[in-house]
């Protein structure tokens, strides 16, 4: 029992660090930040969505500097391929005039990979990452790599810039654990953003948490117990999102054509777990899914025709199934 | 105690007060319920002529509708996380007894469930709850009081019961037995020898000086229901040109007057002639009635089926014995019962005239008796002021209309009544005019 007692102390004071370690760059979008964390200490992936300017990329940075952790960039462009994310075999020529293959890691061999606008990439490209996401592996020829662990990708892409662009498809989409997105700052974050990079010392941060400590987060995250009740809750929050099922609301059965998968019930359990820790409990409540809903629903819900050319934001049929369906004890 | 127990005994003391505040709430709903629809169906009887019966049936039938309501809904279990649920919400505990109470029933070996069921037991300890289920006040006691309150209002209101006796007489009627809906066949049936239309067969109505059956002393025999056809035989002829009032129309009224002999006694006996007192005369239109099938025995009426029947009300004034204004008699049936009458106003007129009729008819001449009512016809008043007595049928209709109580299975036979009433008196008016 102390043991449960100081690991949840210790998970709290750890996410506090990071967390006030990366407010000391990153101004505002505090639900931002939970999210990445809570991304990364579930052990799956986010993707940023937000106009250019909001701060994604130097989000990432920072939360790279905090942690020892390794971290790569990749640009996604047009013109990249597969081989430039996860690696290749290259010749390599020996000292003794011989000459092998020798596999030359990608830039997805890190920790923390920030894919940065990740829509101007083809497909083909994406999908390379399909892999690491899920299995933490990377295949090239027969060869099979495994990657570092904590592995974490942080994905970036424009909501309004569309041209020369392609929509991640909906198996990239569902690898990512949230989708985030990053609002306009408010005037007095401004303010403090403009006090913050326009003076001659800009702030630093200081490295707070390795790897080691981020899989013991993770086993502790998991180890939250959560009852029947609150799980068959979060299966029916999925579940209303399918036109057809029998927890859906009208909103569903009208714009929607895909709902979400189980992966998506992962993603609300285990956030749910997270959250309930950092609010000190050792139980997930049916807030800490409800909470989640938004981030790990959003991008996992395929709109219809209907619902394309009405414009519906999939926030806004996640709002109404929060409000329709009734919770664990209702 | 174990922090399990600590769980369950604050759950169970939750069930306890929510099954109170259900029995609570389905009682003032029943309760309120009834009430309400008691005020209704009283406000009803207030405002609307038929009534609804109101009496201990009524209220056994609604009392045990209640109790099985009452039964069922409470008998309907309530479970323990329910009741976690609603602790949970009323002390804004973030589901943590619903989640410890599920992890009471499957126990899973973990030191985090241990903790869990340890923090939640500490939680239950905590809680009071009288203060999280506290016994509230049923939501339509409200309701009904208010509805015990109008049904008092309506038990002290004075609603109108001026015409009373009459319903009191139907109700009588359908209490004793009394053939009221054979009354009504009888009505149907007379109305119908009154009309030669319907009687196809019948021969052409005589000349009306032929039916101008005045009641000499030597017409005993004559039958009263002669009378009546012939009556009915000059009111098919429509009024007279001249306004005179003919012997016929006197001789069937009288003739009516005999066939409720026995039903009415009116207040001057010696004024009705012998012949009106229901003695059975040779019919000169004795075959006529056989094929037809009617009979007139003594003061009653015979239909097809031979059953007897009476005429009490409903009748048009010309048919009404004449008693002083708004005077009760009372008649007496074959029976031997009594019943009290209302009587229209009086057709003071009429009463003179016959009066004078039967006095001639004792005293003088036949040419005398026929130059006395010439005059007495020719005054045109009788006609007018004839035309201003209300007829008993819509005396008696708005009676019911302001009161008393009409029993369902009789609403029909009421409504009925009245209707075929209403059709003879309009049929009487237009030919008036």
């Known amino acids: 029992m102390i043991e449960v007692e100081e690991s949840i102390e210790s998970f709290q004071g750890r996410f506090q660090i990071v967390r006030d370690e990366i407010g000391k760059v990153i101004v505002g979008n505090d639900e931002v930040i939970a999210g990445i964390l809570t991304a990364l200490l579930a052990g799956g992936h986010a993707l940023l969505e937000g106009i250019p300017g909001l701060g994604k990329t130097k989000l990432v940075h920072t939360l790279a500097d905090v942690l020892h952790l390794d971290f790569h960039r990749i640009q996604f462009t047009p013109d990249l391929m597969p081989a430039d994310i996860v690696g290749t075999n290259v010749v390599h020529e020996t000292p003794d005039g011989g000459r092998h293959l020798e596999f030359q890691p990608g830039p997805i061999f890190a920790n923390i990979v920030l894919a940065d606008e990740i829509n101007r990439a083809t497909p083909k490209t994406q999908s390379a990452l399909l892999e690491a996401m899920q299995e933490n592996s990377v295949s090239v020829g027969r060869e099979t790599y495994q990657l570092e662990q904590p592995f974490f990708v942080l994905a970036t892409q424009n909501p309004l810039e569309m041209e020369g662009t392609y929509p991640l498809p909906e198996a990239q989409l569902d690898r990512f654990l949230f989708k985030l997105k990053l609002d306009f700052p408010s005037v007095d974050d401004l303010h403090e953003i403009m006090d913050r990079t326009t003076q001659a010392d800009e702030p630093t941060v200081t490295r707070v948490l390795d790897g080691e400590q981020i899989v013991e987060m993770r086993k502790t995250a998991r180890s939250v117990p959560i009852s029947k009740p609150v799980q068959d809750y979060a299966i029916r929050l999925t579940l209303a999102t399918h036109p057809g099922s029998e927890h859906a609301v009208h909103e569903t059965e009208r714009y929607v054509r895909y709902g979400a998968g189980p992966r998506a019930i992962q993603a609300l359990v285990l956030a749910g777990k997270i959250r309930a820790l950092l609010h000190g409990r050792v139980h997930v409540a049916a807030e800490d899914i409800r909470a989640n809903v938004m981030p790990a629903l959003r991008h996992r819900v395929l709109l219809n025709f209907e619902g394309e050319a009405d414009r519906i934001d999939t926030d806004t049929i996640l709002a109404e199934i929060l409000e329709s369906l009734p919770g664990p004890g209702e | 105690m174990p922090d399990s127990t600590s769980i369950l005994r604050l759950l169970r003391d939750l069930v306890r007060r929510a099954r109170t505040n259900r029995l609570l709430q389905e009682l003032a709903d029943?309760?309120?319920?009834?009430?309400?629809?008691?005020?209704?169906?009283?406000?009803?009887?207030?405002?609307?002529?038929?009534q609804i019966v109101l009496g201990w049936p009524f209220f056994a039938l609604v009392a045990v509708a209640a109790a099985v309501r009452i039964i069922m809904r409470c008998a309907r279990p309530i479970p323990l996380w329910q009741a976690a649920a609603r602790a949970d919400e009323a002390a804004d505990l973030t589901d943590e007894l619903t989640s410890a109470y599920w992890f009471v029933r499957h126990p899973l070996e973990d030191d985090w469930v241990g903790l869990?069921?340890?923090?939640?037991?500490?939680?239950?300890?905590?809680?009071?709850?009288?203060?999280?289920?506290?016994?509230?006040?049923?939501?339509?006691?409200?309701?009904?009081?208010?509805?015990?309150?109008?049904?008092?209002?309506?038990?002290?209101?004075?609603?109108?019961?001026?015409?009373?006796?009459?319903?009191?007489?139907?109700?009588d009627m359908a209490s004793a037995g009394e053939p009221v809906d054979e009354s009504m066949e009888a009505l149907t049936a007379l109305e119908e020898a009154a009309d030669p239309a319907s009687r196809p067969d019948e021969p052409p109505a005589p000349a009306a000086d032929e039916q101008l059956l005045m009641p000499q002393p030597g017409d005993e025999g004559e039958t009263a229901e002669n009378a009546l056809e012939e009556d009915s035989a000059l009111e098919e002829q429509g009024p007279d040109p001249d306004g005179a009032f003919t012997e016929g129309d006197e001789a069937g009224e009288e003739g009516e007057a005999g066939e409720e002999g026995e039903q009415t006694q009116v207040e001057n006996p010696e004024d009705i002639p012998a012949d009106t007192e229901g003695e059975q005369a040779p019919d000169p239109n004795a075959s006529q009635?056989?094929?037809?099938?009617?009979?007139?025995?003594?003061?009653?009426?015979?239909?097809?089926?031979?059953?007897?029947?009476?005429?009490?009300?409903?009748?048009?004034?010309?048919?009404?014995?004449?008693?002083?204004?708004?005077?009760?008699?009372?008649?007496?049936?074959?029976?031997?019962?009594?019943?009290?009458?209302?009587q229209g106003e009086l057709s003071t007129l009429e009463v003179e005239l016959q009066r004078e009729i039967l006095a001639m008819s004792e005293e003088e001449g036949e040419e005398e008796i026929e130059e006395k009512e010439e005059i007495v016809i020719k005054a045109e008043q009788s006609r007018l002021e004839f035309q201003t007595v209300e007829s008993p049928s819509e005396f008696a209709q708005q009676e019911l209309m302001q009161t008393e109580t009409v029993p369902w299975s009789y609403r029909d036979l009421v409504r009925s009544y009245f209707k075929t009433l209403r059709a003879r008196d309009n049929q009487k008016e237009d030919e008036g005019r």
């Open chain 2, 289 to 342: 009635q056989e094929g037809q099938g009617e009979s007139t025995e003594e003061s009653g009426t015979t239909l097809p089926g031979g059953d007897e029947v009476f005429l009490q009300q409903g009748t048009d004034a010309a048919d009404q014995p004449q008693l002083g204004e708004e005077e009760v008699g009372h008649a007496t049936r074959e029976g031997g019962e009594e019943q009290d009458l209302v």
């Open chain 2, 116 to 171: 869990h069921i340890e923090r939640a037991a500490d939680t239950a300890r905590a809680l009071d709850g009288g203060k999280l289920l506290p016994v509230r006040r049923p939501r339509r006691l409200g309701l009904a009081a208010g509805c015990f309150a109008g049904l008092l209002a309506v038990a002290l209101l004075p609603v109108p019961r001026v015409f009373e006796n009459v319903v009191d007489r139907l109700s």
């Open chain 2, 30 to 50: 029943s309760v309120g319920g009834a009430l309400a629809a008691w005020l209704l169906m009283a406000l009803w009887n207030v405002t609307m002529p038929l």
